[in-house]
């Protein structure tokens, strides 16, 4: 029964947070943190400027 | 600005023609980093902005332009017309205060009018307005329009002269420093091989007319030759006397409404660090045969001086790395602001 349980509760979990991932996240944005995270990939800076010294 | 960086960082550029929108978009986090002019930085943290001033843009490079067949001679002959300058808080509104205060004028002798930079010298050319007092390359482009000639270089009435500072949202600043280094330093070393000799700025021009101003090359050789400190690109660390003269200047002549603290407002860390690191880069290599003490024209292995300003490069470099000319992923940069 408590094997039972805590199988269930696990994948509910998991569904859940495939399910925030595709709705809030998006696999896009997860992997470039990832490899962000764990491959050294460096971020990114979007820099304004206007036409003039 | 481009996707250049060695160490796979990707730095995007996104092109505005007024700073009011660019202010925007800081707030609303479209961007992280920004130019901007140096008191709308102040006024803007004192509104409550999160940004921080890490770098300057480049020195002088602002000129006080007048109709070219105009009677105007003097800065007294203004008294009475129109000026523009590119936005109440900038140090071109704050000279143009200064120099009424200085030649004993009242205060509302002159209109001083707001106007986006691109606008200025067609405004001047439709008699608009009398005067305008920008950065380049609009003082040169009414030049060689022949529409107006230089009354005043800034270079030449307030020697140092601080126009666009580089801005970053205080999140960067605390979350991706070593992101937020990588742009100072790049700067901070484009600005070395921009100093580093004419033919260089001949190659910005071309590159920086092309790929991002979209101005033609032939005007930026101009502005960066003629004469050749018309726009300086060293000694750009954010300096506390100076931001101080700044802020006096702005809060005596109204131009801001009170003080605020240089800590408040500017981060040095990176200026001083991106500093650092080219002082170990340009040490001489160790040569037996060389004398022990180097020659008084190697000022390059000098330290850094505690104001965090940078040594001038060793001599000519010869194989220094282009920095605009590295390969990019993205050529154009974007467009953003009002068009």
Known sequence: ????????????????TLAHIQLNVGWKELESQVLRR?????GELLVGFLPVT | MTTHSESGAVFRSRKFTDFATVKEALISKEIGASFILAPLAMQLVRDGVPIKIVYLGHRD?????????????????????????PNRYSNQHILVRKLMRDNGMAPGSIDVRELPPPEHPAALASNSIDAFLVGEPFPAKAELDGIGRVLHLTKDIWPDFISCVLVVRNDLIAEERE???????????????????????????QVVGKHFYFQPPKLLEYVLSKPIDRVRYSDLAPLKEDF?????????????SGRIEFEAYVDPSFSQRAHRAWDLAHLPALDAEAPVAPPAAAP??????????????????????????????????ETGGSQ
Do not use: C, Y
Not at chain 2, 61 to 85: M, N, T, Y
Not at chain 2, 190 to 202: A, K, N, P
């Open chain 2, 244 to 256: 101080d003269e700044i802020m006096e200047l702005a809060v005596s002549s109204g131009v801001l």
């Open chain 2, 300 to 333: 390059a292995a000098a330290p850094a001086s505690a104001d965090g300003q940078a040594p001038k490069p060793a001599g000519p470099p010869g194989k220094a790395l282009n920095p605009l000319l590295v390969p990019a992923a993205g050529g154009k940069p």
């Open chain 1, 38 to 42: 764990f491959s050294g990939e460096r």
């Open chain 1, 1 to 16: 029964m408590k094997r039972k349980i805590l199988l269930g509760a696990l994948l509910w979990t998991l569904l859940i």
């Open chain 2, 179 to 205: 992101l937020v280094q990588e742009l100072v330093s790049g700067i901070a070393r484009s600005g070395l091989w921009l100093e580093d000799g004419l033919e260089h700025r001949m190659e910005a021009a």
């Open chain 2, 61 to 85: 490079g602002s000129a006080l332009i007048v109709a070219k067949d105009g009677p105007v001679r003097h800065f007294r002959d203004l008294e009475g017309k129109i000026i523009a300058v």
